[in-house]
């Protein structure tokens, strides 16, 4: 059963606007048997799923045998948010939802399997945002936590280019290709985009290599996710409701990262949370990877992260 996609069914849940809803919830496990070894969960980005390690593993540069995060040493367990079509299941009726609805959904889960208490939770980009909801609602959930490239709240910022994506979303003709490429110039920069490309024009095509790079994700993205996903997570991006005096409430000791030059999360919102916690006296540390590419950088520059990250992985 490792590694397969497994199930629970959260039944009459109960949304903050007031839906009860039944939700099926699923989940991978990796590495050492579950309650035998010390648990991390990782809570996936807007795009990806629990699929963090093996051979399709989205993370899997972070998670595996002898690597960071180690599955000789930890359990790992990661949930799908409801809805983003990996398990099959997709949500109608998106607005219903608050990234807060989803990380109690991932507590419930986590009570069902009986685990109490995680070594780590991790969580990129809007998987780290669901990550500060969980511990708002549960302090003491986990002994580290580790938000990348993420924070606990919407800015105004992220909010407008939430906005673009919504607008994008609802057009007739190609919506999810072209909210992918507007996202592109949210996770890159113009320095990414500029030396990658240096105006160079496809000879075949008769268009600029990077207007191709750009067509090429966005009719990637369309052939392997789902519009009502899409509308979903940027939904989830759009109400992370995070409020400052709840973060004080939070036992784990808390490892900030973020990308100097993501125009997602900018790094200075990040700092200002750190500013935020070290002046409630909490066991708070801040980490910033340097990188030309901007927010997607946490999926790129594996040599900074993992260096960041060993240290909090020494069980």
Request: overall charge negative; proline content about 3%; some cysteine.
């Given at each position: 059963m490792k590694n397969e996609l497994q199930h629970i069914n959260i039944n009459n849940f109960t949304t903050q606007n007031g839906k009860v809803l039944d939700i099926p919830l699923s989940y991978q496990l990796f590495g050492k048997e579950l309650y035998s070894a010390p648990i991390v969960l990782i809570n996936h980005a807007l795009t990806g799923n629990s699929d963090v390690a093996g051979e399709n593993g989205w993370w899997k540069s972070l998670v595996g045998e002898g690597k960071i995060i180690d599955t000789s040493q930890f359990t790992i367990i990661s949930f799908n948010i409801p809805g983003n079509g990996f398990d099959g299941f997709f949500i109608d009726t998106y607005e219903d939802f608050t990234s807060q609805d989803i990380a109690s959904v991932f507590l419930e889960g986590l009570k069902n399997l009986k685990i109490e208490k995680l070594f780590a939770l991790v969580g990129g980009s809007v998987g780290g945002s669901i990550g500060w909801e969980m511990?708002?609602?549960?302090?003491?959930?986990?002994?580290?936590?580790?938000?990348?490239?993420?924070?606990?709240?919407?800015?105004?910022?992220?909010?407008?280019?939430?906005?673009?994506?919504?607008?994008?979303?609802?057009?007739?003709?190609?919506?999810?290709?072209?909210?992918?490429?507007?996202?592109?110039?949210?996770?890159?920069?113009?320095?990414?985009?500029?030396?990658?490309?240096?105006?160079?024009?496809?000879?075949?095509?008769?268009?600029?290599?990077?207007?191709?790079?750009?067509?090429?994700?966005?009719?990637?993205?369309?052939?392997?996710?789902?519009?009502?996903?899409?509308?979903?997570?940027?939904?989830?991006?759009?109400?992370?409701?995070?409020?400052?005096?709840?973060?004080?409430?939070?036992?784990?000791?808390?490892?900030?990262?973020?990308?100097?030059?993501?125009?997602?999360?900018?790094?200075?919102?990040?700092?200002?949370?750190?500013?935020?916690?070290?002046?409630?006296?909490?066991?708070?540390?801040?980490?910033?990877?340097?990188?030309?590419?901007?927010?997607?950088?946490?999926?790129?520059?594996?040599?900074?992260?993992?260096?960041?990250?060993?240290?909090?992985?020494?069980?």
């Amino acid at each position: 059963m490792k590694n397969e996609l497994q199930h629970i069914n959260i039944n009459n849940f109960t949304t903050q606007n007031g839906k009860v809803l039944d939700i099926p919830l699923s989940y991978q496990l990796f590495g050492k048997e579950l309650y035998s070894a010390p648990i991390v969960l990782i809570n996936h980005a807007l795009t990806g799923n629990s699929d963090v390690a093996g051979e399709n593993g989205w993370w899997k540069s972070l998670v595996g045998e002898g690597k960071i995060i180690d599955t000789s040493q930890f359990t790992i367990i990661s949930f799908n948010i409801p809805g983003n079509g990996f398990d099959g299941f997709f949500i109608d009726t998106y607005e219903d939802f608050t990234s807060q609805d989803i990380a109690s959904v991932f507590l419930e889960g986590l009570k069902n399997l009986k685990i109490e208490k995680l070594f780590a939770l991790v969580g990129g980009s809007v998987g780290g945002s669901i990550g500060w909801e969980m511990l708002t609602l549960q302090n003491d959930l986990a002994e580290r936590f580790i938000p990348i490239a993420t924070d606990f709240k919407t800015s105004d910022w992220l909010h407008s280019q939430c906005l673009v994506q919504k607008f994008l979303l609802e057009s007739e003709e190609k919506p999810l290709e072209k909210a992918r490429v507007h996202a592109m110039l949210c996770y890159r920069t113009p320095e990414s985009l500029n030396s990658r490309f240096n105006r160079e024009i496809d000879p075949e095509k008769q268009i600029l290599k990077s207007h191709d790079w750009l067509n090429f994700h966005g009719k990637r993205l369309n052939e392997r996710f789902s519009l009502k996903a899409y509308k979903l997570v940027n939904h989830l991006l759009m109400n992370i409701s995070g409020k400052e005096n709840e973060l004080e409430n939070i036992d784990a000791e808390i490892h900030l990262v973020s990308v100097d030059s993501d125009l997602f999360y900018p790094a200075f919102e990040i700092k200002n949370t750190y500013d935020l916690l070290k002046y409630k006296n909490k066991n708070v540390h801040y980490h910033e990877i340097k990188s030309i590419h901007g927010h997607d950088a946490f999926l790129m520059e594996y040599e900074q992260l993992n260096t960041i990250l060993k240290p909090i992985f020494l069980n």
